[in-house]
C-alpha cells in the first residue's frame, strides 16, 4: 500500500481522509494545513502520493502542486476541490494534477482515485 501525504486547511477534512485511507491499508506519513506545510512536509517525508485541497490560506494547493512538482517532476497529486471550482479542477490538471476528487467526500471514490493514480 501507499504512503499519503493529506493537505487541508480543516482538521476535520484530513481526519476524514486519514481514516479513508487507513481503513484501505495505506499509511499516511504526513498531514500540512496549507501549501507552505505541504511543500515542506513532501521534502521531509517522500510520500507516494499527495491528497491537496485546492482552497487554503498562505498557499493554495494548485501553488503548492506546482512547486512540489518542481522538487519532483514524477510526483503523484490528487487534487480535492468542492462543487463548483471546475476553472481551478481544470488548472490543476494542467498543472500536473493526477486527478480530482469533489468534496464531499465518498470513500468509494477516494479509493479507486488512488488506486488509478497509483497505477500509471
Known amino acids: 500500500m501507499a504512503k499519503i501525504l493529506i493537505v487541508d486547511d480543516a482538521a476535520f477534512m484530513r481526519m476524514t481522509l486519514k481514516n479513508i485511507m487507513t481503513a484501505a491499508g495505506h499509511e499516511v506519513v504526513g498531514e500540512a494545513a496549507n ?3 505541504a511543500i515542506e512536509t513532501y521534502k521531509s517525508s517522500q510520500p507516494e502520493l499527495v491528497t491537496m485541497d485546492i ?20 510526483a503523484k497529486v490528487v487534487m480535492c476541490s468542492a462543487m463548483g471550482q471546475q476553472g481551478m479542477v481544470i ?17 468509494e471514490r477516494i479509493n479507486e482515485s488512488i488506486g488509478k493514480v497509483l497505477t500509471r
Open 91 to 107: 488548472e490543476a490538471i494542467q498543472s500536473g494534477a493526477a486527478d480530482f476528487i469533489v468534496k464531499p467526500f465518498n470513500a
Open 35 to 37: 501549501g507552505l506545510e
Open 55 to 74: 482552497t487554503m490560506p498562505e498557499m493554495d494547493g494548485i501553488e503548492a502542486l506546482k512547486e512540489i512538482k518542481k522538487i519532483d517532476p514524477n
